[in-house]
Antibody, heavy 120, light 107 residues
């Protein structure tokens, strides 16, 4: 069973850049799936940030497109999120997740999530 | 963006009750609708995909129906472990969007 694990700093300064990595284990990032980032602000709902295919193709949420970059490292079987110019509004639990069935499927596998706080 | 509207936002129910949650989308998404369960401090868990297909390992008391713009998640007999927040999500197009959630609480 494929497993996902997020890692990265839990504290980021305002105006800085948030960087997280999602390691894919017990499976290949070359599978027919898109690899996504989803966040959840404290006490709030779920917000999709963007996704990447192993070819490097990406889709981003237009609400964040100017600030978000998702990349893939095929040699390490992992993908990453960078969110620039962060503010307190970006404080959230960040999840990585797999979208199966070439993009029209659900988020069927999720990482456990990592809390990121934006504060000086 | 496709807007997702869930109702109700919260409900109180007893063990054994039949519970129904609805999700309406701002445009037709065929059957590209998924349902998730989330418990505090945990990642969402996939319950139903493609509107009515039960994810492997999910109890059969969960079922989904609908197509187009109107969808329903039904729990046929609520169990203690089902008290959680439920989200719908469309996979018809990007940006992928979620409903605001329905919190199921103990009466």
């Amino acid at each position: 069973q494929v497993q996902l694990q997020e890692s990265g700093p839990g504290l980021v300064k305002p105006s800085g850049t948030l960087s997280l990595t999602c390691a894919v284990s017990s499976g290949s990032i070359f599978s027919n799936a898109w690899w996504s980032w989803v966040r959840q602000s404290p006490g709030k709902g779920l917000e999709w940030l963007g996704e990447i295919y192993h070819s490097g193709s990406t889709n981003y949420n237009p609400s964040l497109q100017s600030r978000v970059t998702i990349s893939v490292d095929k040699s390490k079987n992992q993908f990453s999120l960078r969110l620039s110019s962060v503010s307190a509004a970006d404080t959230a639990v960040y999840y990585c997740a797999r979208v199966r069935n070439s993009g029209v499927g659900p988020f069927d596998i999720w990482g456990q999530g990592t809390m990121v706080t934006v504060s000086s | 963006d496709i807007q997702m509207t869930q109702s109700p936002s919260s409900l109180s129910a007893s063990v054994g009750d039949r519970v129904t949650i609805t999700c309406r989308t701002s445009q037709s998404i065929s059957s590209y609708l998924n349902w998730y369960q989330q418990k505090p401090g945990k990642a969402p868990k996939l319950l139903i995909y493609a509107a009515s297909s039960l994810q492997s390992g999910v109890p059969s008391r969960f079922s989904g129906s609908g197509s187009g713009t109107d969808f329903t998640l039904t729990i046929s007999s609520l169990q203690p472990e089902d008290f959680a927040t439920y989200y719908c999500q469309q996979s018809y197009t990007t940006p992928r969007t979620f409903g605001q959630g329905t919190k199921v609480e103990i009466k």
